[in-house]
């Protein structure tokens, strides 16, 4: 025969359930109340940059390196061999240009040489965005 649980213990076990309830419940919500943190600016750009793109000046891989880029005329790299479209595109990156070549890139400058790359969200090049902006602004 098993012991049978006290009244104020059943009153215990429902009270820690229905509060575990409440925090799962609650959590997805508070979580996408807060701003996006370095960290996840960093796994953004980890996600959808580095393989072609380093933050660090000088190292040139498939694309230009990303370091000072905000504020950094569109082509202006010494070092790196731009399509002519990005080498003519005529702007410095800012917030709104880097942005929406992060989501469409042939919007902002059609025949660029990110080729298959075909955009990531909003949300994460507004994450990238803050990264790059964080890391190496000028």
Not at 67 to 85: F, M, Q, T
């Amino acid at each position: 025969m098993q012991p049978r649980l006290q009244p104020s213990s059943k009153a215990w076990v429902h009270a820690i359930g229905a509060g575990a309830l409440t925090l799962l419940l609650s959590a997805p919500f508070s979580l996408a109340q807060q701003p996006a943190s370095d960290d996840t600016g960093q796994q953004a750009f980890n996600n959808a940059c580095r393989t072609c793109h380093s933050m660090k000046e000088g190292d040139n891989r498939l694309g230009p390196n990303l370091n000072k880029i905000v504020g950094r005329k569109a082509g202006s790299l010494p070092d790196y061999n731009y399509s002519s479209s990005m080498k003519e595109a005529g702007f410095a990156w800012d917030q709104d240009k880097l942005t929406r070549f992060m989501v469409k890139p042939d919007e902002v400058v059609s025949g660029h040489k990110m080729q298959p790359y075909g955009g990531v969200s909003a949300e994460e090049a507004g994450k990238v965005f803050a990264y790059l902006q964080s890391t190496g602004s000028q």
